[in-house]
């Protein structure tokens, strides 16, 4: 272990008062040897020098004892500072540069930013944050497909409920003609059994068109997008018509195989066995209907896990992007004001890198948000769109001035996205905010513009409540 020099130059101390005391103690213990053998001097004399030697060795232990402590003392202060300087030269340089940048920063922010850069501004908070990005790209995707899941299956839920509802009608009424007549059914008996279950058919299937007509004003309808197969909602009325008009059309289509499967009332050669065969058909569909309600009972519960994780991460990724925003944000303008010719940061460069993979992120959700017609709670995109755009602004005013790539970086992480070009390709809406769209992008300011504003490009938002609900769209 290397020694510090400051043990160094204190360790021959301590040897040396060491040392001292032992020859201290030893002359002591000589000189009490020798006037207990000496018969010569005088009584008198012979008391003062026992006192005067009982003291030396007294002083002597006490030296002795001293000096130890001091060599302990040293000692674990050695091991100390041995210990808190080990690592390599290039580390302590490091920090002593990353203190020289961040001086400006701890006296502009104040005590929490300092808090902040102390204890979050490290790589790995960087790492959390990119993976809070990522979390919640994968929340996105995994409540977007539940919800894709239970629509599909509420759906086929309805036409087996339409189904077994037809079936269990035909048997009833093929049980009621048998209650009636005595024996096999004649052509009437069975004649009116058909006019009974047809009649209900067709009020199922008006029924089954207003509902879905009603419940389609308060939830979210629509059909699957061509090419990513997941939910697109329907916002317009011409949209929500056309899928009002798509679901009547299954449901009349449905109506006609019901109704032609009811004529086997008047076909079937014997009535027992087709009663028989309604009653099996009966007992499969309910089963089908059991199966199909657990199914779209666990993708609703996978739709609101999926909810609440991204609920949660957006808020954690919203706040410590605004938290490391504002921290970089001081940090650059020192750089800019007085660090011209230092080699580049490391830590830096991973900034940079952070900020563009999150703000990649944000653009992805909100292109993806535009291609299937999702509007979460009403708000959350919105707060997506004001941290987006402060990430652009904070790469091309700050990093961008420093030679890095800026929103540029952004650009290339996005066009390697398959899901972003199919949001390129998909036609703008006039009215809508196309906020991830490159072209509506804050365009790039020279660095003294923003050294002459000041703060952040946006203000820090307030974090109370959270930005996002259960809504489904």
């Known amino acids: 272990m290397t ?41 008198e004399a012979s008391r003062k020098s026992s006192l005067l030697l009982q003291e030396l060795s007294l002083t002597a232990e006490r030296a002795q004892a001293l000096a130890c402590s001091v060599a302990d ?13 080990s690592p390599a030269g290039h580390v302590f340089r490091g920090i002593c540069a990353a203190g020289q940048r961040a001086s400006w920063a701890l006296q502009r922010l ?24 990522n979390r919640l790209w994968e929340n996105w995707r995994a409540k977007h497909e ?24 035909e048997l009833k009424s093929l049980r009621a003609q048998f209650a009636e007549a005595d024996g096999d059914l004649g052509p009437d008996a069975r004649a009116k059994a058909l006019a009974q279950c047809h009649s209900a058919i067709e009020a199922q299937a008006g029924e089954a068109v207003c509902s879905f007509t009603e419940r389609s004003k308060d939830y979210p309808c629509g059909w699957p997008h061509p090419r990513t197969g997941l939910l697109r909602i329907a916002r317009s009325d011409a949209d ?55 199914q779209w009972s666990t993708q609703s519960s996978l739709f609101h896990e999926a909810q609440t994780d991204a609920s949660e991460t957006w ?44 703000a990649t992120v944000l653009a992805l959700l909100g292109s993806w948000a535009h291609l299937h017609n999702l509007r979460g709670d009403g708000h959350v995109l919105t707060d997506m769109r004001d941290l987006f755009r402060s990430i652009i602004v904070c790469l091309d005013t700050g990093f961008a001035a420093l030679g890095y790539q800026g929103s540029s970086a952004v650009r290339h992480r996005l066009g390697l996205e398959s899901s972003w070009r199919l949001a390129e390709e998909c036609p703008a809406e006039a009215a809508r905010d196309h906020w991830w769209l490159p072209d509506a992008w804050p365009k790039r300011r020279p660095a003294e513009q923003r050294e002459s504003e000041g703060g952040l490009p946006h203000p820090r938002p307030n974090f109370s409540g959270p930005s996002l609900s259960a809504a489904p769209g």
């Open 146 to 169: 539940a919800l894709t899941a239970a629509e599909r299956t509420y759906l086929g839920l309805l036409a087996d409920a339409r189904r077994s509802a037809a079936t269990s009608t």
């Open 110 to 133: 104040g005590s929490s930013t300092s808090e902040f850069l102390g204890s979050q501004g490290s790589n790995s908070t960087l790492s959390e944050l990119r993976g809070l990005g």
């Open 240 to 294: 929500l018509a056309v899928i009002q008009e798509a679901f009547k059309t299954g449901v009349i289509e449905q109506k006609q195989e019901l109704l032609t499967q009811a004529e086997e009332l008047v076909l079937a050669p014997d009535l027992r066995t087709l009663t028989s065969s309604l009653s099996r058909r009966v007992a499969f569909w309910e089963d089908q209907i059991e199966e199909s309600w657990l």
């Open 3 to 43: 020694m510090h020099p400051a043990s160094q130059r204190l360790w021959p101390l301590a040897s040396a008062a060491a040392s001292a005391a032992a020859s201290a103690a030893g002359a002591a213990a000589s000189g009490l040897l020798g006037t207990s053998s000496s018969t010569d001097e005088p009584p």
């Open 315 to 358: 808020e954690k990724l919203r706040e410590q992007s605004y938290n490391l925003l504002e921290a970089t944000n001081a940090l650059l303008a020192d750089s800019a004001g007085g660090l011209d010719g230092q080699v580049a940061d490391p830590f830096d460069e991973s900034l940079h890198d952070t900020f563009a993979e999150v």
């Open 73 to 85: 003392r040293l000692s674990f202060a050695r091991t100390e500072l041995d210990g808190a300087i």
